[in-house]
Each structure stands twice: as C-alpha cells, then as structure tokens.
C-alpha cells in the first residue's frame, strides 16, 4: 500500500507525549490504534510487512483477511458472535464499519469484500492525524522507553519476537502447536446415557471423584466409531504448517486410529476404573469422557479428542457417541501451527504482562480464535491503553457481556488444574457457553405457555444477549463519565 504513512523505527517516535506503541497492523492492532486515536492519544503501529513477509500474507494492506472472508452470523438477538458485532459497533468499532461497508451477500452472516475491507481500515488509519504507521520489523521485547506498548502479532508472529517473548514468559508458556478436542455445551449432553465420575473415584485438587462425564460404547459401537474415524475426510495442513510435526502428546484420534484398532482403548477411550451406576454389572468396552472446560462449568472438552477431520466429518462421527447424540458444539477439533500465550497464567485483567507491565496483548495471541473475536480483544485493549495513557483504570466490560465473556476466558475463566495436574489452555470462539447463567432463565412465553425444546434454547440465547446490551450500556456510560473526569 503506498498511502500509508511511514517512518523508520530509527526515528525517535517517543517523542510524541504519552504515544502508545502497538506492534502489529492486523485486524486486531488496527482496531487498537483506531479507539486509542478516537479517545485523543497518539499512535504507533508497527507493521513489519512488506519489509518482512509472512507465509500467509499476500499483502502489505493492514487488516488483511488471510482465510475465510466471513465475520460470521450477524444475529445479535440469537448467536454469541453476531452479539459481539452489535457490542463492538457501539463502541465504534473500525472493523465492523469496515466490515458494514464492504458487505457482500452471505444470507445470515456478515460477509465480506477482502481487498475492499482491507482497504477501508487502511485508509482509516492512513488518514487518522493521531496515528503513524512504522513499517519495519519490531524483532524483540519492545524499546524500554516504550511505556505502553501492545503487541498484537497474531499466529504467525515473527521468530525473532516469539523467541523474546518466550524467554521473557518462561518456555512453556507460549504454544506453537495448537492441538483443539471438541467441547460441548454442558445441557445438550444426553445424562439418561451418560454418567459422572472420576477414574477409580479419585478425588483431585478441587474435584470431589464425580468430575468427568463419561459416555461408554460396546464392541459394536467402538468397532464402527474406529471406522468412522478412518475413513472421515481430514484437513490438510496448509503450507506453513507442513513442518510442524505431530507430538505424541497430542497425536490426533484418527492418526492414533490407523495406528491400531485398539489404540484408543489403551488410551483416551480406556474403560477401567470407571462404572456406569445404571448398569453396574455390565463393563463398556471403550469409554469416552468429556472434562469441564470453563469455571461456570457450561462447557466441557472430549478428553484426548484433537483431530483433524473436518467440521462436517466431526458433527456426524462425534454425534454417535451415545449421550452426544444433540450435542451443541461450542468449539470442534482441530490440530494446526499457532502461537498463542496462556494467557490466564500470564495476564492480568486488563490484559498485561504480569512479567512487563508496561506490554499489553491483543488478538489471536491471547488465545481467541476468529477474525472478530480478535478485532474485539483488540478494541478493549485498546480502549484500556487509552485510559492508561490518561492516567486512568478503565474496568473491564462485564462478565455479562460478549466482550467481557471472551476477556474472562482469556484472563481468568479457564480451569487451570484438574486431577491430572496442570492445564493447558486452549483459544476459543466466542459462544453462549461463556457467559455467566441467566438468574433466572425463561421457562414460559409471552402467552404464558410453557417453552418446550427448542424454544427453550432459543429464549435463552436470546434472553443473554438482552442482558449483555443492556450490562454495556451501562458499562459505556459509566466509561464516558470516566472519560470526562479526565
């Protein structure tokens, strides 16, 4: 893009009073530069490409859609992620008026023009007086007269910076192998079926010995689901995953598969020590559990369960499993190169560095995944920089809302230990299975008829969704209070 405006990192870009420096010009470090210039606070955003290419890049516009062109649903009364474009748009948001603006038809969902979106945020920037774009690579842990820096390099930060903020974190706290298992929204699993336990009743820190739902399968059952999982269409690696190889801590369940029919059953899917109480004479010959994944408890992971089959093969395979025959899927599996921080270990709630302070993280580096759930990490990181650069503490949005929900999961609302001993945490889309439950959920319409099936989910979604506008309106007027006092 040659409209940019440019400087080289050998300028003395501190000179301009209480700049924050963001290092990153993709949709998530766009975003952040935009609500720190709108709240007064000047700007710079480092972007290492066209100086420094990566293997996904085809561009050098920021904000660069580097796969699906699609935002996702735009229902903001029904689904989690359409109520996060109507949360950012009331922050004025510069993605989602990027993203309006270069529309195209996709139905439901917002789709849209790539190289026209990229260009509106582009241009935005460009034209922002507050904002200065540096094009050169930032190769380590950020200049220490930098004082409110946010890094917000995505998954394919460069080497040079991933190795300093590796050293910096600790050698286990940044992943560059992102192996997902499935999880499933708590309510939909089938507990006629299903039962909870611990293996060998074992009660570890913080569980009382009943603290995996564990779904059994016969021979019959097993033998097919092995079948299912061989012959079902996989994802290839892209090409700059080709390299990465599979760990044998993480081997996906079809590769441990076509290793040996009885693979699983000495492995995740092992059947001791565990009793089905409806059943107790009887042993299943393979069983397959699923673990609480967040504090709430709504959401629970398939234990051992990475793959890489895709998303149709995964809904029709794992949907056999009995108890998970209408299981909702908050997240499904999947095994692919990235880099990401654990973030619940390693930040705080306004997103820094408990390590450096003065290093704020945004976007897909946290540990989010999708191209608006990184816009929106951004944009609160954003706005808390703002308020830091003005002397101020600006709350994190509630809990309650879809901004706040994704925050909590990435700062705080991960279980990090369970029997086993340390957990990994693993990103996430933003869904209903991250906010907080409703006090008291719909059970009747507005007749006075009781909800049955469906309707009952459908009223609960949208009953979150009221509560989530209505808790960020009140958080926004409480932060333009917060914004005059300055």
Same mark, same amino acid.
Request: glycine letters at 8%.
């Given at each position: #893009?040659?409209?940019?405006?440019?400087?080289?990192?050998?300028?003395?870009?501190?000179?301009?009073?209480?700049?924050?420096?963001?290092?990153?010009?993709?949709?998530?470090?766009?975003?952040?530069?935009?609500?720190?210039?709108?709240?007064?606070?000047?700007?710079?955003?480092?972007? #290492?490409?066209?100086?420094?290419?990566?293997?996904?890049?085809?561009?050098?516009?920021?904000?660069?859609?580097?796969?699906?062109?699609?935002?996702?649903?735009?229902?903001?009364?029904?689904?989690?992620?359409?109520?996060?474009?109507?949360?950012?748009?009331?922050?004025?948001?510069?993605?989602?008026?990027?993203?309006?603006?270069?529309?195209?038809?996709?139905?439901?969902?917002?789709?849209?023009?790539?190289?026209?979106?990229?260009?509106?945020?582009?241009?935005?920037?460009?034209?922002?007086?507050?904002?200065?774009?540096?094009?050169?690579?930032?190769?380590?842990?950020?200049?220490?007269?930098?004082?409110?820096?946010?890094?917000?390099?995505?998954?394919?930060?460069?080497?040079?910076?991933?190795?300093?903020?590796?050293?910096?974190?600790?050698?286990?706290?940044?992943?560059?192998?992102?192996? +997902?298992?499935?999880?499933?929204?708590?309510?939909?699993?089938? #507990?006629?079926?299903?039962?909870?336990?611990?293996?060998?009743?074992?009660?570890?820190?913080?569980?009382?010995?009943?603290?995996?739902?564990?779904?059994?399968?016969?021979?019959?059952?097993?033998?097919?689901?092995?079948?299912?999982?061989?012959?079902?269409?996989?994802?290839?690696?892209?090409?700059?995953?080709?390299?990465?190889?599979?760990?044998?801590?993480?081997?996906? +369940?079809?590769?441990?598969?076509?290793?040996?029919?009885?693979?699983?059953?000495?492995?995740?899917?092992?059947?001791?020590?565990?009793?089905?109480?409806?059943?107790?004479?009887?042993?299943?010959?393979?069983?397959?559990?699923?673990?609480?994944?967040?504090?709430?408890?709504?959401?629970?992971?398939?234990?051992?369960?990475?793959?890489?089959?895709?998303?149709?093969?995964?809904?029709?395979?794992?949907?056999?499993?009995?108890?998970?025959?209408?299981?909702?899927?908050?997240?499904?599996?999947?095994?692919?190169?990235?880099?990401?921080?654990?973030?619940?270990?390693? *930040?705080?709630?306004?997103?820094?560095?408990?390590?450096?302070?003065?290093?704020?993280?945004?976007?897909?580096?946290?540990?989010?995944?999708?191209?608006?759930?990184?816009?929106?990490?951004?944009?609160?990181?954003?706005?808390?920089?703002?308020?830091?650069?003005?002397?101020?503490?600006?709350?994190?949005?509630?809990?309650?809302?879809?901004?706040?929900?994704? /925050?909590?999961?990435?700062?705080?609302?991960?279980?990090?230990?369970?029997?086993?001993?340390?957990?990994?945490?693993?990103?996430?889309?933003?869904?209903?299975?991250?906010?907080?439950? *409703?006090?008291?959920?719909?059970?009747?319409?507005?007749?006075?008829?009781?909800?049955?099936?469906?309707?009952?989910?459908?009223?609960?979604?949208?009953? /979150?969704?009221?509560?989530?506008?209505?808790?960020?309106?009140?958080?926004?007027?409480?932060?333009?209070?917060?914004?005059?006092?300055?």
């Amino acid at each position: #893009m040659t409209d940019l405006k440019t400087t080289d990192l050998k300028t003395d870009l501190t000179s301009l009073p209480h700049s924050v420096h963001i290092v990153g010009g993709g949709l998530a470090g766009s975003e952040a530069a935009w609500q720190i210039a709108e709240a007064g606070v000047p700007v710079v955003l480092h972007e #290492m490409r066209p100086v420094r290419t990566t293997e996904a890049h085809h561009t050098d516009g920021l904000a660069e859609l580097v796969c699906s062109n699609s935002f996702r649903s735009d229902d903001a009364a029904n689904n989690a992620v359409g109520l996060l474009h109507a949360e950012m748009r009331r922050l004025g948001s510069l993605v989602m008026r990027a993203a309006d603006a270069n529309q195209v038809p996709a139905g439901g969902a917002l789709a849209v023009d790539r190289d026209g979106f990229s260009a509106a945020v582009s241009a935005a920037i460009a034209g922002h007086p507050l904002i200065e774009v540096a094009r050169e690579e930032v190769p380590g842990i950020p200049l220490a007269d930098w004082s409110n820096v946010i890094i917000a390099t995505g998954p394919l930060t460069s080497a040079p910076l991933a190795e300093a903020i590796r050293t910096l974190t600790g050698q286990d706290s940044l992943a560059f192998f992102d192996a +997902i298992a499935p999880i499933v929204h708590r309510d939909s699993i089938d #507990m006629e079926k299903a039962w909870f336990q611990s293996r060998y009743d074992k009660v570890g820190p913080g569980g009382n010995g009943a603290d995996y739902i564990n779904c059994p399968l016969t021979r019959e059952q097993y033998d097919a689901f092995i079948d299912a999982l061989i012959d079902g269409e996989k994802v290839d690696f892209k090409d700059w995953e080709t390299n990465t190889p599979y760990f044998d801590g993480c081997l996906p +369940i079809e590769v441990m598969a076509e290793r040996g029919r009885e693979t699983l059953r000495y492995g995740p899917m092992k059947p001791v020590g565990l009793t089905d109480p409806r059943n107790p004479t009887v042993k299943p010959y393979a069983i397959i559990q699923l673990r609480q994944d967040n504090k709430l408890g709504t959401l629970y992971n398939l234990v051992g369960f990475q793959t890489k089959l895709k998303h149709g093969a995964q809904l029709r395979i794992f949907r056999t499993i009995p108890g998970l025959e209408n299981a909702e899927f908050a997240r499904l599996g999947g095994l692919h190169r990235n880099t990401f921080l654990n973030s619940p270990k390693l *930040l705080d709630d306004q997103l820094r560095m408990h390590a450096d302070p003065r290093l704020r993280f945004a976007g897909q580096i946290t540990g989010c995944e999708g191209y608006v759930e990184s816009a929106s990490v951004g944009l609160i990181a954003g706005l808390l920089a703002a308020a830091n650069a003005r002397g101020q503490t600006l709350a994190p949005p509630p809990a309650t809302t879809a901004l706040g929900a994704l /925050l909590n999961h990435i700062t705080g609302g991960h279980i990090e230990t369970v029997d086993a001993g340390p957990r990994s945490f693993q990103p996430m889309n933003i869904n209903f299975g991250l906010f907080p439950p *409703l006090a008291n959920p719909p059970t009747r319409k507005a007749d006075g008829t009781r909800l049955r099936g469906n309707e009952k989910s459908i009223a609960k979604k949208q009953a /979150l969704s009221a509560r989530a506008l209505a808790d960020l309106d009140r958080w926004i007027a409480d932060r333009l209070h917060l914004a005059r006092a300055a």
